[in-house]
């Protein structure tokens, strides 16, 4: 299988724009602020939470960072005045980090002050390794200007995410663990899947013995599992499921039927096509995953 999907990978690149926004279709909320709003309505009437992400990374000039920016106001305005319940998630580099570092700093800090005053929780999420320190470095100076509507995200095939982990503690943070979806050297990640598992389960048991408010992003059944174990018995308050728009949706509505609070990542904006590309081909098994999900729902219908 892994042959397969390495093949869809290759071929993506080559396959009309029109194709793959049928095939992204029920990953991405869509181009506008609009779709987004109704996707997440949609997700609330269902008793599901959202984190809403405006799609763009790596931009080239400082306009570019700050029209993101102001596209997440946009969203916080957008989200109040819905009375939605979701936060936002952004992406250091989609703020100008790698052209501008303090004009990044500047950006976010305005960013979370503006979501303080609305009550509404931002998530730094995480990108390559090359951007790791900049995102814990951020968030640990934003918790110690006393902003607590805010968190970070850690990956598990990262060797030092336990090391992190621990630095993070006296913080109590607010954490969403995930697998991680980068290609890294063998030396600072885990390359075996098995290994990820385990790193992943070590890193949740660690995040729960910290007392950190614990997000858990996973599709993996078998980590689900782990989880579900994991948390029995614990307040419902004290972590969340997540999981990616479109993906396992069924598994999700059986959760939130028995209770546990689930989180919906919904991404939107004019990136669509970019951002579909890149995170297939970040990770082919995701891009097998999405094209054996796509042949089953033609073969449904």
Known sequence: MRVLDRAIVRVLPAVPRSVVRRVAAPYIAGPTLDDARRVVSGLNA????????????????????????????????????????????????????????????????ELVRD??????????????????????????????????????????????????????????????????????????????????????????????????RTAIATHDEWLLERTLERVAGLDRDAFELQMLLGVRGDRARELVAVGYPLRVYVPYGRQWYEYSLRRLQENPKVAGYVARDVVGRVFRR
């Open 46 to 109: 269902a008793g599901m939470r959202a984190t809403v992400d405006v799609l763009g990374e790596e931009i080239a000039e400082p306009h570019e960072a700050e029209a993101i920016a102001q596209s997440y106001h946009a969203a916080l305005e957008a989200i109040a005045a819905d009375g939605l319940d979701a936060n936002v998630s952004i992406k250091l580099t989609g703020f100008g980090l790698k052209l501008d570092p303090e004009l990044s700093r500047t950006l976010v800090g």
């Open 115 to 212: 979501a303080d005053a609305r009550g509404i929780f931002v998530r730094i999420d995480m990108e390559d390794s090359s951007t790791t320190d900049d995102a814990l470095g951020l968030y640990r100076s934003l918790r110690e200007q006393g902003r607590d509507r805010v968190g970070v995200v850690l990956q598990a095939a990262l060797r030092r995410t336990l090391d992190d982990i621990e630095a993070l503690a006296p913080l109590r943070p607010s954490v969403r663990l995930c697998k991680g979806i980068y290609v890294e050297p063998p030396s600072i990640a885990f390359q075996e899947f098995e290994a990820i598992r385990a790193s992943f389960v070590a890193c949740l048991d660690a995040l729960l013995a910290t007392g950190a």
